[in-house]
């Protein structure tokens, strides 16, 4: 608990010293975000407002979770980082890094579509075979690779998947939800908060699989999982990013992620999903960026089969829009879905310990 409250702790206050700062040199430098011509009238205002503050959420997380783990060691309460916690690192890292290239042609080019869609999925194609890789080897001194090449839900479940299928179907997760992500931040403050209340969830998952660990106790229901704290670590460090994000982020936003922060975090929650165990009950810790995905997939199905629309607009937040809705109001409302989502994820994480 001392490195999850350490991790926040720092990443909130790094994150909250730069972004003033960050959005001063934006707004020197004139790197705003470029908005879409077909989009909600009431967004062209957000022209010029400045992008890319997913780089602070990142350095402050990083700062946030490596500066946890320093001081840990120098008290001797705690360890160093683990390899568990520096692959899902580097996966947030990477993505970010992708999404950074992404956002500076946008600013550069001064258009609103950045790389090219080939070139971005070669980008995130990298980034996540590596971390799908990496997670299957190097296994600690019980045999616990980082994560297993299996499918999972509450636990791992099913036979093991040749490594390539593993690689592949890791890939799907990592690309579909950092995707997922970056549709869902289209509103002031909406991708944050949805973010935020699913870095809770797996801050609680990692504190109880470290206490229901095979390792402390080989019980009938513990939880191979190598690194469980670290990993509560890393999502604390990075909820105190993106809770230092959203202070600037909260309508009228001062300054947007960007693909930057988008690509990062989703990468980051999907990267979480895979070393707890728990990637299918990602569809309800993610519940929200699920919901806004199918409706732009419905939209381009209905229309490519019928020529109708089903939403005014896609995705589904700027249909709301369009309908009337008050910015705030979707946002604070689609918070609320989201927390009804990862409510029931963790509830379900429970059941199997409930006394019957």
């Known amino acids: 608990m001392i490195g999850?409250?350490?991790?926040?702790?720092?990443?909130?206050?790094?994150?909250?010293a730069l972004m003033p700062s960050l959005i001063k040199l934006l707004y020197r430098?004139?790197?705003?975000?470029?908005?879409?011509?077909?989009?909600?009238?009431?967004?062209?205002?957000k022209q010029g407002t400045p992008t890319m503050g997913g780089v602070v959420i990142i350095?402050?997380?990083?700062?946030?979770?490596?500066g946890a783990h320093g001081i840990m060691l120098a008290t001797g309460t705690g360890g160093g980082p683990t390899l568990s916690g520096l692959l899902v690192v580097f996966l947030f890292v990477g993505m970010g890094c992708v999404g950074f290239l992404?956002?500076?042609?946008?600013?550069?080019?001064?258009?609103?579509l950045g790389l090219r869609s080939g070139a971005k999925m070669v980008g995130q194609a990298v980034v996540g075979v590596g971390f799908a890789y990496g997670v299957t080897q190097f296994p600690n001194g019980y045999g616990y690779t980082p994560a297993a090449p299996q499918l999972s839900f509450l636990r791992d479940f099913g036979p093991p998947l040749m490594i390539g299928l593993f690689v592949l179907w890791a890939l799907f997760l990592i690309v579909g939800f950092s995707n997922a992500v970056n549709l869902t931040d289209g509103l002031d403050g909406l991708a944050t908060g949805a973010v935020i209340l699913s870095l809770v969830a797996y801050i609680i998952i990692g504190n109880w699989q470290l206490r229901q660990s095979c390792v402390e106790a080989?019980?009938?229901?513990?939880?191979?999982?190598?690194?469980?704290?670290?990993?509560a670590v890393v999502a604390a460090a990075v909820l105190g990013s993106c809770t230092a994000f959203l202070w600037f982020n909260a309508p009228p936003a001062k300054i947007f992620m960007g693909d930057t922060g988008s690509l990062a975090l989703g990468g980051l929650v999907v990267g979480l999903a895979i070393t707890t165990r728990t990637q299918l009950l990602l569809l309800l810790i993610g519940?929200?960026?699920?919901?806004?995905?199918?409706?732009?997939?419905?939209?381009?199905?209905?229309f490519r089969l019928t020529g109708k629309r089903?939403?005014?607009m896609a995705p589904l937040q700027h249909h709301f829009e369009l309908k009337g809705w008050?910015?705030?109001?979707i946002v604070i409302r689609f918070w609320i879905i989201q927390g009804l989502f990862v409510a029931i994820a963790v509830g379900l994480f429970y059941l199997e310990w409930m006394p019957r």
């Not at 992404?102 to 609103?112: H, L, P, T, V």
């Open 326 to 329: 008050a910015e705030t109001t």
């Open 310 to 312: 089903v939403l005014r």
């Open 29 to 45: 430098f004139k790197f705003g975000q470029e908005v879409r011509d077909d989009g909600p009238e009431g967004h062209k205002t």
């Open 4 to 16: 999850i409250s350490l991790a926040a702790a720092l990443s909130l206050i790094v994150s909250m």
């Open 287 to 302: 519940g929200l960026f699920v919901i806004i995905t199918l409706s732009v997939m419905v939209q381009i199905a209905s």
């Open 59 to 66: 350095l402050g997380a990083v700062v946030g979770y490596f």
């Open 102 to 112: 992404d956002d500076f042609i946008k600013i550069y080019k001064r258009r609103s």
């Open 218 to 231: 080989l019980t009938a229901n513990c939880y191979q999982v190598r690194d469980p704290l670290d990993l």
